[in-house]
């Protein structure tokens, strides 16, 4: 069974329309992340939740908002895409911060039209 | 700095042929860890294996097996009598502090293709 299950697996969003990306876990995890990755390269950590603690990555931009309402649940908001926005957005878990393996969903592909 | 670096891009290899795939880090840490994980083409990363810096034992899991050698730092990983099924891209990662913040550290990954 999926533990860490994102939806929709393919968005697609029109210039500027914002748009927003789930993701749930059963695994009862402190941490959730939110990775971008384009096309042939490495996944980009864009922020992370401890907890209720928020971390941004410096280099995120502010057009990236994400909201935890609970432990199972992390939203990804992008609030106007452009097309430099279109990849696939990772959805991970991990029990701690440090050291241990992070469980992944299955992304969801957004296009930017 | 904290740095995983994959030089092979891509590799294809026919089915039942062994191929390795190179991952060497950089780190300041002396406890880090390392990963392996495996991205089939229907996107999830799913995870291979853990390794701690204090433990430089070979490992073996059916047909895979990773060699992790500090002095060289590099953690090799190593698919005997490949099979289609593994064509996918397998990305090296490392657990380490970075601005004060501890993350994944994720190479730029190596496709390998299993040709039948």
């Known amino acids: 069974d999926a533990m860490v299950i994102q939806n929709p697996r393919y968005q697609v969003t029109q210039f500027g329309k914002p748009v927003t990306l789930s993701c749930s876990q059963t695994?009862?995890?402190?941490?959730m992340y939110w990775y971008q990755q384009k096309s042939s390269q490495a996944p980009k950590l864009l922020f992370h939740?401890?907890?209720?603690?928020?971390?941004n990555e410096a280099d995120t931009p502010d057009n990236f908002q994400s909201r935890r309402p609970n432990t199972s649940f992390c939203f990804l908001d992008i609030r106007s895409p452009g097309l430099g926005d279109a990849a696939m957005y990772l959805c991970?878990?991990?029990?701690?911060?440090?050291?241990?393996?992070?469980?992944f969903g299955q992304g969801t592909r957004l296009t930017v039209v | 700095a904290q740095k995983v670096t994959q030089a092979q891009t891509e590799i294809s290899v026919v089915e039942k042929e062994d191929v390795t795939l190179d991952c060497v880090y950089e780190t300041r840490d002396t406890t880090y860890y390392l990963f392996w994980y495996k991205q089939p083409p229907s996107g999830e990363l799913v995870f291979l294996i853990r390794r701690n810096s204090f433990d430089e034992q070979n490992e073996i899991s059916g047909r895979y097996s990773w060699n992790f050698q500090k002095s060289t730092s590099s953690f090799n990983f190593t698919i005997t009598a490949s099979q289609v099924v593994d064509s996918a891209v397998y990305f090296c990662?490392?657990?380490?502090?970075?601005?004060?913040?501890?993350?994944?550290?994720f190479g730029t990954g190596t496709r390998l293709k299993v040709l039948a």
């Open positions: 695994l009862n995890h402190n941490v």
């Open positions: 991970a878990t991990s029990r701690v911060r440090v050291n241990t393996e992070a469980f």
């Open positions: 990662a490392l657990s380490g502090q970075v601005s004060g913040t501890y993350k994944y550290i």
């Open positions: 939740y401890y907890d209720k603690d928020f971390n």
